[in-house]
């Protein structure tokens, strides 16, 4: 089965009364499509609200749009999985970790303590663990002390059958036997991934002018870039992000045409080097579309998360509580907990 065919088909959501998954920090869903693709429901929060529209759009749970905090009311639930924003940790950003307002983590952590799930999940960018890494042996410390044993991996979605080069950490609390999913053999280009779409340009295109070509190719002469920052459609693409797909920036992403004009990509080529299925649709204006594909989590691999948290779950091999203490890692921590 091809790329294409595969996230049309596989990426369905089927829901089947299985157990709730709570998506703190939802977006638009891609975290959410995979574990509903493996049959979980569940019920997203998000504060914004065109990235709400499209949840219920295209999902079967719910999404509740409201600014969380550590007072908000949760249902119960078996698994509680979410990307806390990842502004105050990314390397593009200023890297103000826990005195950033943004910062999620509070409210992450406040969840898994007060609805005590069978396993927790979260994404969230490789920045975590340099620069503020002294902050994330404070989280998985605070959370190592409410039973769980708390495993970490940086991964990146090119590995899982993603046409995209996109590392994150992904952080999972357990209690025993949890296995990450396995590499797949293969990695799928972007060529493969857009098909006939990366060589058209239809009316609506954005062609670069010659005043952008002048200041992208001064912006890739000062960054020392070998090789345009053009789409090569015989590779994974680089990652999408919100900034270099809804910005007109010397980064954007962009396809360059047999014809030598490059034009900008659309949202459904954006979404498909996402995995984002064709039939996915949505909400908001051009440029909230291609804030909530970049910050998503790409839901081919969420769906093979949600099968390791699935296969976690069907699993009788859980560790008793001293158990777990025993596999607790050593962690230094360099700042006083601060009172998640």
């Given at each position: 089965?091809?790329?294409?065919?595969?996230?049309?088909?596989?990426?369905?959501?089927?829901?089947?009364?299985?157990?709730?998954?709570?998506?703190?920090?939802?977006?638009?869903?891609?975290?959410?499509?995979?574990?509903?693709?493996?049959?979980f429901e569940?019920?997203?929060?998000?504060?914004?609200?065109?990235?709400?529209?499209?949840?219920?759009?295209?999902?079967?749970?719910?999404?509740?749009?409201?600014?969380?905090?550590?007072?908000?009311?949760?249902?119960a639930a078996?698994?509680?999985?979410?990307?806390?924003?990842?502004?105050?940790?990314?390397?593009?950003?200023?890297?103000?970790?826990?005195?950033?307002?943004?910062?999620?983590?509070?409210?992450?952590?406040?969840?898994?303590?007060?609805?005590?799930?069978?396993?927790?999940?979260?994404?969230?960018?490789?920045?975590?663990?340099?620069?503020?890494?002294?902050?994330?042996?404070?989280?998985?410390?605070?959370?190592?002390?409410?039973?769980?044993?708390?495993?970490?991996?940086?991964?990146?979605?090119?590995?899982?059958?993603?046409?995209?080069?996109?590392?994150?950490?992904?952080?999972?609390?357990?209690?025993?036997?949890?296995?990450?999913?396995?590499?797949?053999?293969?990695?799928?280009?972007?060529?493969?991934?857009?098909?006939?779409?990366?060589?058209?340009?239809?009316?609506?295109?954005?062609?670069?002018?010659?005043?952008?070509?002048?200041?992208?190719?001064?912006?890739?002469?000062?960054?020392?870039?070998?090789?345009?920052?053009?789409?090569?459609?015989?590779?994974?693409?680089?990652?999408?992000?919100?900034?270099?797909?809804?910005?007109?920036?010397?980064?954007?992403?962009?396809?360059?045409?047999?014809?030598?004009?490059?034009?900008?990509?659309?949202?459904?080529?954006?979404?498909?080097?996402?995995?984002?299925?064709?039939?996915?649709?949505?909400?908001?204006?051009?440029?909230?579309?291609?804030?909530?594909?970049?910050?998503?989590?790409?839901?081919?691999?969420?769906?093979?998360?949600?099968?390791?948290?699935?296969?976690?779950?069907q699993s009788?091999?859980?560790?008793?509580?001293?158990?777990?203490?025993?596999?607790?890692?050593?962690?230094?921590?360099?700042?006083?907990?601060?009172?998640?």
């Amino acid at each position: 089965m091809n790329y294409v065919d595969k996230i049309n088909d596989i990426l369905k959501p089927s829901t089947h009364g299985n157990p709730l998954v709570i998506d703190l920090f939802a977006g638009c869903g891609g975290l959410s499509l995979g574990f509903e693709a493996q049959g979980f429901e569940t019920h997203g929060f998000e504060i914004d609200a065109d990235s709400c529209a499209t949840y219920r759009k295209n999902l079967k749970g719910k999404c509740t749009e409201i600014l969380l905090t550590q007072d908000t009311k949760l249902p119960a639930a078996t698994v509680i999985i979410g990307g806390p924003p990842c502004q105050p940790f990314s390397v593009g950003g200023h890297q103000k970790g826990l005195q950033d307002s943004r910062d999620g983590f509070p409210i992450f952590i406040n969840a898994v303590k007060t609805l005590n799930p069978e396993i927790w999940l979260f994404e969230n960018v490789r920045g975590l663990l340099y620069k503020n890494k002294s902050y994330f042996d404070e989280i998985v410390e605070t959370l190592q002390d409410l039973g769980y044993i708390v495993n970490w991996e940086l991964l990146n979605a090119v590995n899982y059958g993603i046409p995209q080069n996109r590392e994150r950490l992904i952080v999972v609390g357990h209690r025993g036997n949890f296995k990450f999913p396995k590499q797949t053999q293969c990695k799928v280009t972007a060529g493969e991934a857009l098909g006939n779409m990366a060589v058209s340009a239809p009316p609506s295109s954005k062609f670069l002018t010659p005043s952008m070509d002048e200041y992208v190719a001064k912006y890739e002469k000062a960054s020392f870039c070998k090789n345009p920052r053009d789409l090569h459609l015989n590779k994974p693409a680089r990652t999408l992000t919100c900034r270099n797909l809804a910005g007109a920036t010397g980064d954007m992403h962009r396809i360059k045409l047999p014809d030598g004009r490059r034009r900008r990509l659309f949202i459904t080529e954006a979404a498909r080097l996402q995995s984002f299925p064709d039939w996915f649709e949505f909400v908001g204006s051009e440029t909230s579309c291609f804030n909530q594909v970049g910050n998503a989590v790409p839901p081919l691999f969420a769906l093979q998360l949600a099968q390791s948290v699935r296969d976690y779950l069907q699993s009788s091999n859980r560790l008793s509580n001293s158990e777990i203490e025993k596999q607790k890692p050593p962690i230094q921590l360099s700042l006083p907990l601060s009172g998640f």
